[in-house]
């Protein structure tokens, strides 16, 4: 792995799509709590691509952050879409 266990840097790519195993690396999250993420729908069951990575990412970040357990990091990702779709109608609109 990489000093400080810091997740490694990566190059998105808008096309990209990653196996488990690379986002699993790009993003520090184990396999198997990727795929439990994705059995409690917190992430598509699409391919792994940058939204996914940015949503893992994103993920970890509340999970250390709020401390919120599977529940409540649904309704706060829910509520952050809510908020970034929102705030994409208002740059559109002006």
């Given at each position: 792995?990489?000093?400080?266990?810091?997740?490694?840097?990566?190059?998105?790519?808008?096309?990209?799509?990653?196996?488990?195993?690379?986002?699993?690396?790009?993003?520090?999250?184990?396999?198997?709590?990727?795929?439990?993420?994705?059995?409690?729908?917190?992430?598509?069951?699409?391919?792994?691509?940058?939204?996914?990575?940015?949503?893992?990412?994103?993920?970890?970040?509340?999970?250390?952050?709020?401390?919120?357990n599977l529940s409540g990091l649904?309704?706060?990702?829910?509520?952050?879409?809510?908020?970034?779709?929102?705030?994409?109608?208002?740059?559109?609109?002006?």
């Amino acid at each position: 792995m990489n000093p400080g266990n810091d997740p490694p840097l990566y190059d998105p790519d808008e096309q990209a799509t990653y196996t488990l195993e690379t986002v699993a690396e790009i993003t520090g999250v184990s396999s198997q709590t990727i795929l439990h993420y994705q059995e409690h729908g917190l992430l598509q069951p699409a391919a792994f691509d940058d939204e996914a990575v940015h949503t893992l990412r994103r993920i970890d970040y509340l999970r250390s952050t709020c401390e919120a357990n599977l529940s409540g990091l649904k309704l706060i990702l829910d509520l952050l879409d809510q908020v970034e779709r929102l705030q994409q109608e208002l740059r559109t609109k002006r």
